[in-house]
């Protein structure tokens, strides 16, 4: 007799075990949300630059990029590691100034903060933040000109900013870092 019959005639502990796998994956996925090990925890910093990615600053991962920091414009800055090597700046985003506005206007929509941190909630996911990441969101090398942004809706232009390899022209055994 096969496993296949052998299922069949037991579908009750069958259901029991596929019930049980289920509710331990879910337990196991709540458990890193909510800060069960370093890795699986929501971050709540990002990396920052006010000079085109030679230097970058954690802060908070609400701010809204670009923003006013010590006087000049910062934005975010996506942070790599080669397996070995030194951390660098892989490339920049930012938001259209339209997008922005667009984002803060939801979040003053949005109840305040429960986590008693406060500070301005994080835009709620799904089709609209999702299309204001899209059509909003701006995207450059780190180092190029000011005149190089690219918006994520330009899908091959972004793609070929956010692609990022190592010095050695591998992407393999790239990692992004976080604060």
């Known amino acids: 007799m096969g496993i296949r019959e ?3 005639q037991n579908q009750g502990v069958t259901t ?19 800060g069960g090990n370093s890795r699986g925890s929501i971050p709540t ?11 970058w600053f954690a802060d908070d991962i609400k701010k809204l990029p670009p923003f006013d920091h010590e006087g000049k414009q910062a934005v975010r800055a996506v942070v ?24 803060e206007k939801m979040r003053q929509a ?4 429960k986590d008693g941190k406060g500070g301005p909630p994080m835009p709620p996911p ?10 909003g969101m701006e995207v450059k090398p780190a180092g190029a000109p000011d005149t190089a ?15 990022i390899n190592c010095p050695d022209g591998d992407s393999k055994e790239i990692e992004p870092v976080v604060p």
Not at 16 to 34: D, E, K, N, R, S
Not at 45 to 55: I, P, S, Y
Not at 156 to 161: P, R, S, W
């Open 110 to 113: 949005m109840p305040a903060s």
């Open 149 to 163: 942004w690219v918006k994520m809706s330009d899908f091959q232009k972004a793609q070929a900013v956010t692609k």
């Open 6 to 8: 052998k299922l069949n």
């Open 80 to 103: 790599f590691r080669c397996k070995g090597g030194k951390a660098f700046v892989g490339h920049l985003e930012r938001y259209s100034p339209e997008a922005k506005a667009q984002i």
């Open 126 to 135: 799904g089709p609209m933040m999702g299309d204001l990441t899209f059509s």
């Open 16 to 34: 029991g075990v596929t019930v049980g796998v289920i509710v331990l994956a879910l337990i196991f996925i709540i458990w890193q949300l909510v």
């Open 45 to 55: 910093q990002a990396f920052f630059t006010v000079d085109n990615g030679a230097t």
